[in-house]
T-cell receptor, first 120, second 111 residues
Framework: ETGVTQTPRHLVMGMTNKKSLKCEQHLGHNAMYWYKQSAKKPLELMFVYNFKEQTENNSVPSRFSPECPNSSHLFLHLHTLQPEDSALYLC???????????????????FGPGTRLTVL | TQLLEQSPQFLSIQEGENLTVYCNSS?????LQWYRQEPGEGPVLLVT?????EVKKLKRLTFQFGDARKDSSLHITAAQPGDTGLYLCAKTEPNDYKLSFGAGTTVTVRA
């Protein structure tokens, strides 16, 4: 138990469906992340929220829409996905110190167990 | 483009044997982290190294950070089935808290 929960753990959806993934962190962190993990590929950072503001969008298609209503909750809304979007979607959180001059070393990112998404 | 290269991609050994996995980059890291991910779970941090030449030990695991801060290795002594998992390295760049991951090494330890 890392303090980061994700629901659902498994999701099968058709290409025309709309679904949402939910992440909640109980660690008091101020930054949350969505990653995509596909077979034999590195974890791909999708979105970063820092103090509830989106600070990163790594050229993610618009069919993925993140939402961060507060620093403890993060959603990923899915719409008209493609079969190649099937993957493990991981949420993570960490404590980020703004204005930190010396960035060597980084606060630990705590990951949730992921949602295994299959798009038919 | 893969920023971090991990090798080997797969490793299968017998219980009690030793193993080493590698993480390499063409550019200098600010810091490097090693994670282990078990099936059905997210990655869990094992160690963070920040100083060139640094060696850290965690029970039977030894982590080494290269002098030039462009490579790292993880050595497991007398591997056990519980060491089975995907070992990931991740780096940070100066003035950036985000992580960039390698593709990982899948380690299987047979009883």
């Amino acid at each position: 138990e890392t303090g980061v929960t994700q629901t659902p753990r498994h999701l099968v959806m058709g290409m025309t469906n709309k679904k949402s993934l939910k992440c909640e962190q109980h660690l008091g962190h101020n930054a949350m992340y969505w990653y995509k993990q596909s077979a034999k590929k590195p974890l791909e950072l999708m979105f970063v929220y820092n103090f509830k503001e989106q600070t990163e969008n790594n050229s993610v298609p618009s069919r993925f829409s993140p939402e961060c209503p507060n620093s403890s909750h993060l959603f990923l809304h899915l719409h008209t996905l493609q079969p190649e979007d099937s993957a493990l979607y991981l949420c993570a959180s960490s404590q980020v110190w703004p204005g930190l001059a010396d960035s060597r070393g980084t606060d630990t990112q705590y990951f949730g167990p992921g949602t295994r998404l299959t798009v038919l | 483009t893969q920023l971090l290269e991990q090798s080997p991609q797969f490793l299968s050994i017998q219980e009690g044997e030793n193993l080493t996995v590698y993480c390499n980059s063409s550019s200098v890291f600010s810091s490097l982290q090693w994670y282990r991910q078990e099936p059905g779970e997210g990655p869990v941090l094992l160690v963070t190294v920040v100083t060139g030449g640094e060696v850290k030990k965690l029970k039977r695991l030894t982590f080494q950070f290269g002098d030039a801060r462009k490579d790292s290795s993880l050595h497991i002594t007398a591997a056990q089935p519980g060491d089975t998992g995907l070992y990931l390295c991740a780096k940070t760049e100066p003035n950036d808290y985000k992580l960039s991951f390698g593709a990982g090494t899948t380690v299987t330890v047979r009883a």
